[in-house]
T-cell receptor
Framework: QKEVEQNSGPLSVPEGAIASLNCTYSDRVSQSFFWYRQYSGKSPELIMSIYSNGDKEDGRFTAQLNKASQYVSLLIRDSQPSDSATYLCAVNKLGGSQGNLIFGKGTKLSVKP | DAGVTQSPTHLIKTRGQQVTLRCSPKSGHDTVSWYQQALGQGPQFIFQYYEEEERQRGNFPDRFSGHQFPNYSSELNVNALLLGDSALYLC????????????FGNGTRLTVT
């Protein structure tokens, strides 16, 4: 079992819809959870971080964490074509520094005008 | 405010050769992490440097080595290049508190022929 798993997609949603991206992780002692956005040919860019169970909202983005189910998700409301990118879920394990993240393969999101 | 800068942007090498990639961290950051991102995969942690020492290391062979200089900049060296080393190499910086988000550079695209 991979440490961090994501559906590779592509996930296609119409403009204005809600995009839902999911991620599961295998290590129960994982502490910190991150969502990065990566445009084709570019470097990853942090869009959300979440550390405790529940929801965290930032503009059109909401991260949800359920440690009991070892599940973290990202919701993008009012999706725009500019949101089309690969979304990477990353986990920081207990004892791991901030710089040592375990990434999933990423989910490719396509927002159709 | 200069972000993370990496050089070169692209590099083509032959199997068996050696390569050196360079990274300057974001202003105010003193910790540098290196990642390898193969096509269609998420970034994979290689190692992290802090106070000119390797602090953590991922599952990479000894052919991968690094260095950090007093000005916090860093180098990644790969010896005896294999075709499988072809990837995007990402440098990320953070501060010593471990609480700042990772800032990624634009990466070096290495092609081994």
């Amino acid at each position: 079992q991979k440490e961090v798993e994501q559906n590779s997609g592509p996930l296609s949603v119409p403009e204005g819809a809600i995009a839902s991206l999911n991620c599961t992780y295998s290590d129960r002692v994982s502490q910190s959870f991150f969502w990065y956005r990566q445009y084709s040919g570019k470097s990853p860019e942090l869009i959300m971080s979440i550390y405790s169970n529940g929801d965290k909202e930032d503009g059109r983005f909401t991260a949800q964490l359920n440690k009991a189910s070892q599940y973290v998700s990202l919701l993008i409301r009012d999706s725009q074509p500019s949101d089309s990118a690969t979304y990477l879920c990353a986990v920081n394990k207990l004892g791991g520094s901030q710089g040592n993240l375990i990434f999933g393969k990423g989910t490719k999101l396509s927002v159709k005008p | 405010d200069a972000g993370v800068t990496q050089s070169p942007t692209h590099l083509i090498k032959t199997r068996g050769q050696q390569v050196t990639l360079r990274c300057s961290p974001k202003s105010g950051h003193d910790t540098v992490s290196w990642y390898q991102q193969a096509l269609g995969q998420g970034p994979q942690f290689i190692f992290q440097y802090y106070e000119e020492e390797e602090r953590q290391r991922g599952n990479f062979p000894d052919r991968f080595s690094g260095h950090q200089f007093p000005n916090y900049s860093s180098e990644l060296n790969v010896n005896a290049l294999l075709l499988g080393d072809s990837a995007l190499y990402l440098c990320a910086s953070s501060d010593r508190t471990g609480h700042s988000p990772l800032h990624f550079g634009n990466g070096t695209r290495l092609t081994v022929t």
